[in-house]
Nanobody, 123 residues
């Protein structure tokens, strides 16, 4: 199973930018669809973005579309989430996840999860 470690979270002002990284261990990273989710206190885990194995297809949740960009560098076993124009509503713990599925439909179809990294956006 792929082991995932997120980093790059922190405190940023509204309108600012932040880039999250997710480092994967093992040699099967390139065979996984990768995703980002987030969860704020009292809320359900929310889909943020996903990227296919080859990196040639991405998909975003409506709440972040146009502001966030997911990318991956398979040679580095790393996936990124570039977050721009951040809003206080983006405050959450952000989780990196890996799926053996080409098109995972929801959190249950992701096989591996990181421990999360906190992102706080001040008004």
């Amino acid at each position: 199973q792929v082991q995932l470690v997120e980093s790059g979270g922190g405190l940023v002002q509204a309108g600012g930018s932040l880039r999250l990284s997710c480092a994967a261990s093992g040699r099967t990273f390139s065979s996984n669809t990768m995703g980002w989710f987030r969860q704020a206190p009292g809320k359900e885990r929310e889909f943020v973005a996903r990227i296919r194995r080859s990196g040639d297809s991405t998909y975003y949740g409506d709440s972040v579309k146009g502001r966030f960009t997911i990318s991956r560098v398979n040679a580095k076993n790393t996936v990124y989430l570039q977050m721009n124009s951040l809003k206080p509503e983006d405050t959450a713990v952000y989780y990196c996840a890996a799926s053996k599925s080409w098109l995972p439909r929801g959190p249950d179809e992701y096989d591996s999860w990181g421990q999360g990294t906190q992102v706080t956006v001040s008004a």
